[in-house]
């Protein structure tokens, strides 16, 4: 009878223990998981954004000013490029930028319904006949006029002839130039309108010119935009800013041409993410409620 009695007691005793260390546990509030998550999403946002600051000014030395930055609407995930702007400037690469720089991995074709149509990407790759053809019966390699999966023409047969043409200077491929800079957009429009007259006291070097934005100072390079140089279609100012602008939009989408992509697959991953986290929650919330909401009682007595 008492081993009977001391068993129930310790069985009891024991309930009574387990009751107790799952009272004293303090639950950790849905407030705090909020401010946990939300420490963690700043920390990450403010990791990323010293990130990005570290990146847009390395590179820049002391002689030159850093590039200021602008509101570039692509920037944002629910926007894309302005394909306008874009078609603006493929014209003033075509008519100004390509005397000098190739573009060697754009295709024509990639072009195609994203500034112009099919019809007018053929007539611009026609305007050149120095593409060569395959191999003729005889081994003889001819000339041709461009096609559609041509890359755009290139000004210069290689580096060399592009070295002694330029005073020695390597005028830069463009396909991938916003991604090679840092700084991106905001460098290259700084870049292109940057160009001043030499300051009292510093001495350019020959063949070179002043730029308040050009690591030293002093790029090969001449101002490659005037007011007025190319004539838009739709009516456009043609102003060096806004034709700066334009080419700077080209030459970002030509670094990126999946980007409106990749927005719109952003947009529709978080909107699907929301839902899945309402539905998630909803069945969580049901599935826990039962446990959350129980209560235990001591069977212990008391004497």
Not at 113 to 123: D, Q, R, T
Not at 140 to 153: F, H, Q, S
Not at 194 to 201: M, Q, W
Not at 225 to 246: C, F, H, I, R, W
Request: glycine share 8%; net charge neutral; proline share 5%.
């Amino acid at each position: 009878m008492f081993g009977r009695f001391s068993s129930r007691f310790t069985s009891s005793f024991g309930k009574g223990s387990r009751q107790a260390t799952f009272a004293a546990s303090p639950a950790v509030s849905n407030g705090a998981k909020l401010a946990a998550l939300a420490g963690i999403v700043g920390g990450a946002t403010a990791l990323y954004a010293g990130t990005q600051v570290a990146e847009a000014s390395f590179g820049y030395a002391e002689d030159c000013l850093s590039p200021a930055h602008y509101p570039w609407s692509h920037a944002k995930l629910w926007k894309s490029y302005d394909h306008a702007a874009v078609r603006r400037g493929f014209k003033v690469y075509q008519i100004i930028g390509s005397a000098c720089h190739s573009m060697k991995f754009v295709y024509y074709r990639q072009l195609v319904n994203v500034a112009y149509s099919e019809k007018e990407m053929k007539e611009f790759a026609a305007e050149h006949d120095d593409y060569l053809a395959d191999p003729n019966d005889e081994g003889e390699v001819l000339k041709r006029a461009g096609l559609l999966n041509d890359p755009l023409w290139k000004p210069w047969k290689n580096d060399k002839d592009a070295r002694f043409n330029n005073n020695g200077a390597l005028p830069p491929d463009l396909s991938l130039i916003v991604k090679a800079r840092g700084g991106g957009e905001d460098y290259l429009f700084c870049l292109l309108t940057g160009y001043r007259d030499a300051p009292h006291g510093v001495t350019l070097a020959e063949n070179m010119y002043y730029n308040i934005y050009f690591p030293g100072g002093q790029i090969a390079m001449p101002p490659p935009l005037a007011e007025g140089a190319v004539d838009y279609e739709d009516g456009t100012p043609n102003s060096v800013s806004q034709m700066t602008k334009d080419i700077t939009e080209y030459l970002a989408w030509a670094s990126s041409m999946e980007m409106d992509e990749r927005h719109l697959m952003g947009v529709k991953s978080l909107a699907l993410l929301g839902v899945m986290t309402g539905i998630f929650f909803y069945w969580k919330k049901s599935m826990w409620s039962s446990v959350k909401t129980r209560k235990f009682y001591s069977s212990i007595q008391r004497w």
